[in-house]
């Protein structure tokens, strides 16, 4: 009987474990499927809003692109000044920023200036609630199972992407204005900050504000290379398809419904695919593709290859998640929202100087040569994937 009780106690207690990491892993993934939900209006209507609504020029659009993707370097600072606070409590708080400053853009004038005011609102909140879910995430998964557990929030979030899209879908079609919709993505946002409430607070960073560290050298220059990239396809993709070859707000959103899809579906299998054979071989992977969709914007002119490549650019961005799970191999737990903090800051250095570079260069030479950029970037990061180990050793200050 003496050894029974202790046996039953630590049952007990590895039940509480796991009911502990369901519960927060659940509200996690609640969360990022509210912000998938506003992300998907905003991502879905933005290409129409800005060319159709605004009727912004290229240069214009890499100006607010760029501005807004400066928040994500001022994130940096703010996130080191919270230090020592909950994440789940800095979450809800940044996701409420989110929600007002986007929901603003559905009461507001339709003119350049207001959108850039409330661009600087809630993409600053969004910049900070970033790194928190990978942070969290990586915080509740078990040992040997974080890709699979960066899959399981990263499909929650495609869902709710999906989600918004197909809301989207419907509210046009019943000839629903482009800002009326801004409104429900707010809301969203709203619900995302509410589903912070439920995640345990006791998950906080006790670490340094800052880490630099020599050793997290290839993750900030695949991070830089990755604001790069992503810039190219988030600011000029869709706008491309918009202004160059006449797609409609109808059409955006299918394909984009499309990318979504294929992302919940994909998100969990990936996840599980980076747990069993490593970073390495699925960034190479990613990063040959993008190579060669660059190109293919570059080149193409039939809309349906066209369309074509804007769905497989944006799902294969579910690879993309191995660059986080780089971080929990060879990061200890106190360092794993700093250091993601800091890769944040280093994609949105690349992320503010892109879109200004790449307008320019729309203006002047044309949209082939900014799409160009793009698969110099990705190139690049092929060549430094190399230098991720094979298998990179699981840190063995990793706290479970």
Same mark, same amino acid.
């Given at each position: 009987m003496e050894l029974e009780n202790p046996e039953l106690e630590l049952i007990a207690t590895q039940e509480r474990e796991i009911a502990h990491r369901t519960r927060g892993l659940f509200f996690v993934s609640l969360a990022c499927g509210a912000v998938g939900f506003a992300m998907a209006l905003q991502m879905g209507l933005n290409p129409n809003? $800005?060319?159709?609504?605004?009727?912004?020029s290229g240069q214009q659009v890499g100006l607010l692109e760029a501005a807004r993707e400066s928040c994500g370097i001022f994130a940096l600072g703010l996130l080191a000044l919270l230090a020592g606070l909950g994440e789940p409590l800095v979450g809800c708080v940044v996701l409420v920023v989110f929600a007002l400053g986007l929901g603003g853009y559905g009461l507001v004038p339709p003119a350049f200036s207001w959108v850039l005011l409330l661009s600087l609102v809630w993409s600053q909140g969004l910049h900070i609630w970033m790194p928190l879910p990978n942070s969290m995430t990586l915080a509740l998964a078990e040992p /040997?199972?974080?890709?699979?557990?960066?899959?399981?929030?990263?499909?929650?979030?495609?869902? /709710?992407?999906? $989600?918004? $899209?197909?809301? !989207?879908?419907? &509210?046009?079609?019943?000839?629903v204005p482009i800002q009326p919709m801004y409104v429900i993505a707010g809301v969203a946002g709203l619900l995302g900050a509410g589903a912070c409430l439920g995640i345990p607070r006791a998950i906080k960073t006790p670490g340094p504000r800052f880490v630099v560290?020599?050793?997290?050298?290839?993750?900030? *220059?695949?991070?830089? %290379?990755?604001?790069?990239?992503?810039?190219? !396809?988030? !600011?000029?993709?869709?706008? &491309? *398809?918009?202004?160059?070859?006449?797609?409609? $707000?109808?059409? +955006? *959103? *299918?394909l984009q419904l499309v990318v979504q899809v294929i992302s919940y579906f994909a998100s969990r299998p990936i996840g599980k695919l980076i747990d069993r054979v490593g970073e390495r071989r699925v960034l190479t992977i990613y990063y040959l593709c993008l190579t060669l969709f660059f190109i293919g914007y570059a080149t193409l002119r039939a809309r349906w290859a066209l369309y074509s &490549?804007?769905? %497989?650019?944006?799902?294969?961005?579910? %690879? /993309? +998640?191995?660059?986080?799970?780089?971080? /929990?191999?060879?990061?200890?737990?106190?360092?794993?929202?700093?250091t993601l903090s800091m890769g944040v800051a280093m994609n949105h250095v690349a992320a503010v100087s892109m879109p200004l570079l790449g307008g320019v260069i729309w203006k002047v030479w044309g949209y082939q040569y900014t799409f160009a950029i793009g698969a110099l970037a990705a190139l690049l990061s092929v060549l430094l994937v190399r230098f991720v180990p094979a298998r990179a050793p699981m840190h063995e200050q990793r706290t479970t």
């Amino acid at each position: 009987m003496e050894l029974e009780n202790p046996e039953l106690e630590l049952i007990a207690t590895q039940e509480r474990e796991i009911a502990h990491r369901t519960r927060g892993l659940f509200f996690v993934s609640l969360a990022c499927g509210a912000v998938g939900f506003a992300m998907a209006l905003q991502m879905g209507l933005n290409p129409n809003f $800005l060319a159709d609504v605004l009727k912004l020029s290229g240069q214009q659009v890499g100006l607010l692109e760029a501005a807004r993707e400066s928040c994500g370097i001022f994130a940096l600072g703010l996130l080191a000044l919270l230090a020592g606070l909950g994440e789940p409590l800095v979450g809800c708080v940044v996701l409420v920023v989110f929600a007002l400053g986007l929901g603003g853009y559905g009461l507001v004038p339709p003119a350049f200036s207001w959108v850039l005011l409330l661009s600087l609102v809630w993409s600053q909140g969004l910049h900070i609630w970033m790194p928190l879910p990978n942070s969290m995430t990586l915080a509740l998964a078990e040992p /040997g199972r974080a890709g699979r557990r960066l899959g399981q929030v990263q499909a929650a979030a495609a869902a /709710g992407f999906g $989600l918004g $899209l197909l809301s !989207a879908l419907v &509210l046009s079609r019943c000839q629903v204005p482009i800002q009326p919709m801004y409104v429900i993505a707010g809301v969203a946002g709203l619900l995302g900050a509410g589903a912070c409430l439920g995640i345990p607070r006791a998950i906080k960073t006790p670490g340094p504000r800052f880490v630099v560290r020599r050793k997290y050298a290839l993750y900030y *220059l695949l991070c830089f %290379l990755e604001g790069w990239r992503k810039q190219v !396809a988030i !600011a000029f993709a869709g706008f &491309l *398809l918009v202004k160059q070859f006449g797609a409609s $707000l109808e059409v +955006m *959103l *299918l394909l984009q419904l499309v990318v979504q899809v294929i992302s919940y579906f994909a998100s969990r299998p990936i996840g599980k695919l980076i747990d069993r054979v490593g970073e390495r071989r699925v960034l190479t992977i990613y990063y040959l593709c993008l190579t060669l969709f660059f190109i293919g914007y570059a080149t193409l002119r039939a809309r349906w290859a066209l369309y074509s &490549l804007f769905v %497989l650019d944006n799902a294969i961005f579910v %690879l /993309g +998640m191995a660059v986080t799970t780089y971080v /929990g191999r060879i990061a200890p737990q106190e360092e794993h929202t700093p250091t993601l903090s800091m890769g944040v800051a280093m994609n949105h250095v690349a992320a503010v100087s892109m879109p200004l570079l790449g307008g320019v260069i729309w203006k002047v030479w044309g949209y082939q040569y900014t799409f160009a950029i793009g698969a110099l970037a990705a190139l690049l990061s092929v060549l430094l994937v190399r230098f991720v180990p094979a298998r990179a050793p699981m840190h063995e200050q990793r706290t479970t």
